[in-house]
């Protein structure tokens, strides 16, 4: 979340004559998607949505997914000993959507 605040934010400073102009830009970065990483953790038969430190030590599997504005999936893995349903799967991805668009409207 804080690199995409980050690139947001980015000025590009103005370059004159093989230099870079000091407090002078001349525009900001073209950001076209936001993409989001949600991390779902399974301790037994619960998921738990970007666990904390305690969660994290007492999961069995975990699974990040980031999804773009779009909704869609860019990035997958699974992490852990443990396994996930398909049930459960597709629960993780419905919560990483949902939490993305959360994260999302959190920037202009």
Known sequence: MSSIGA???????KYEDEKIVKDEY?????????????????VSNILLSDPVLAEEKAMDARLSICTTDDGQMSAFQKGGSGSF????IDQCID??????????????
Do not use: Q, Y
Not at 85 to 88: L, P
């Open 85 to 88: 349903t398909e049930k459960e």
């Open 7 to 13: 690139l947001l934010n980015t000025r590009i400073p």
């Open 95 to 108: 919560l990483a959507v949902e939490n993305g668009k959360k994260l999302r409207s959190k920037f202009k």
């Open 26 to 42: 001349v525009g900001e970065l073209n950001v076209k998607k936001k993409p989001m990483l949600c991390t779902v953790a399974k």
